[in-house]
């Protein structure tokens, strides 16, 4: 039989975490996802693919921090499993790193679908909705705009006029300073308010 005939297996589609779970990437289970695989994950992506000032890059995990606490700041009557939301809203870059908007949007929906198909797991796993509403998710973007206001005009070198047109201007009053911390610590950091809403969350019943 000629090789090109021969039948080729698929390229593998899965990852072995550091937990030990083998994560299928095209078709992720809540089996297989882990906490502490994603605390770790995201402890090690850089925001801004790392082009930002300080000994530290600012990694997504401190970044999903941050926008748990502005959330809370903005709406302290939110319920708890929408701050769990808030906390977990970048979960998929775990997998898949953090992608900067301009390349997302030039990727497309199927990037965008990919994206979906993990957060969706990861919500499942952790007792979330798979579909955040639209109100909800409206909350959580415009802290994650906040955020990124933030660490632009602080480590990311934008100016504080540019940085309002992409993420729009932070409410009156707030103010937050951007400090990357070193890996373990924003690992250990994201650890922390993950495991305060769990408990917070099956306390609720």
């Known amino acids: 039989m000629p090789a090109s005939a021969r039948t080729k297996?698929?390229?593998?589609?899965?990852q072995r975490m550091i937990s030990g779970r083998r994560l299928d990437l095209l078709d992720p289970s809540p089996f297989d996802i882990e906490i502490s695989d994603i605390a770790h994950g995201l402890a090690r992506v850089a925001r801004w693919n790392g082009q930002t000032k300080g000994d530290h890059a600012?990694?997504?995990a401190e970044h999903s921090v941050l926008v748990l606490n502005i959330v809370t700041e903005l709406y302290p009557d939110l319920d708890i499993?929408?701050?769990?939301?808030?906390?977990?809203?970048?979960?998929?870059?775990?997998?898949?790193?953090?992608?900067?908007?301009?390349?997302?949007?030039a990727l497309g929906l199927d990037y965008r679908e990919f994206e979906d198909r993990i957060e969706?797991?990861?919500?499942l796993r952790y007792g979330l909705p798979p579909h955040i509403p639209k109100l909800i998710k409206k909350k959580i973007k415009r802290a994650d705009h906040i955020s990124a206001y933030f660490e632009a005009t602080q480590i990311a070198?934008?100016?504080?006029?540019?940085?309002?047109?992409?993420?729009?201007?932070?409410?009156?009053?707030?103010?937050?300073?951007?400090?990357p911390l070193p890996v373990k610590a924003a690992q250990a950091l994201f650890m922390s308010?993950?495991?305060?809403?769990?408990?917070?969350?099956?306390?609720q019943g």
């Open 58 to 60: 600012f990694s997504v």
């Open 81 to 105: 499993k929408w701050r769990m939301a808030a906390l977990l809203h970048d979960s998929s870059e775990y997998v898949i790193g953090d992608m900067i908007s301009p390349f997302k949007a």
């Open 157 to 179: 070198g934008f100016a504080h006029g540019e940085s309002t047109k992409f993420f729009g201007r932070p409410p009156a009053g707030m103010e937050i300073a951007i400090r």
């Open 193 to 203: 308010r993950f495991e305060e809403l769990l408990a917070e969350l099956e306390a």
């Open 120 to 123: 969706e797991a990861v919500h």
């Open 9 to 14: 297996e698929p390229p593998r589609a899965w």
